[in-house]
């Protein structure tokens, strides 16, 4: 591997020896709260995309699954902003 960075990145993600299709985030190389900050607004993106769907569908309410879907983005998207929060706080 060419770049020590790059190398290093991978090395953070995997616990133990790096596979052969090992990869990392785009965004690998930029700041922690950067990197934070665009994974919250993916997962707000997300919220939006199936309650858009839910909606469309006339229904607040649906199958277990989607239901389950809407609920795991939502959390997903309330770790990246008190992720946010928390490193504003040591600021």
């Known amino acids: 591997m060419a770049d020590p960075a790059f190398h290093a990145a991978l090395e953070r993600r995997y616990d ?3 596979p ?3 990869a990392v985030a785009d965004d690998w190389d930029r700041p922690w709260r950067e990197q934070i900050a665009g994974r919250k607004r993916l997962a707000w993106m997300e919220v939006r995309r199936l309650a858009r769907r839910a909606a469309a569908a006339g229904r607040t309410t649906g199958p277990d699954r989607e239901r389950a879907s809407l609920g795991h983005a939502l959390k997903t998207w309330a770790l990246y902003r008190n992720w946010l929060r928390a490193l504003d706080r040591r600021r």
Do not use: E, F, I, K
């Open 20 to 22: 052969a299709h090992a």
């Open 16 to 18: 133990g020896p790096l």
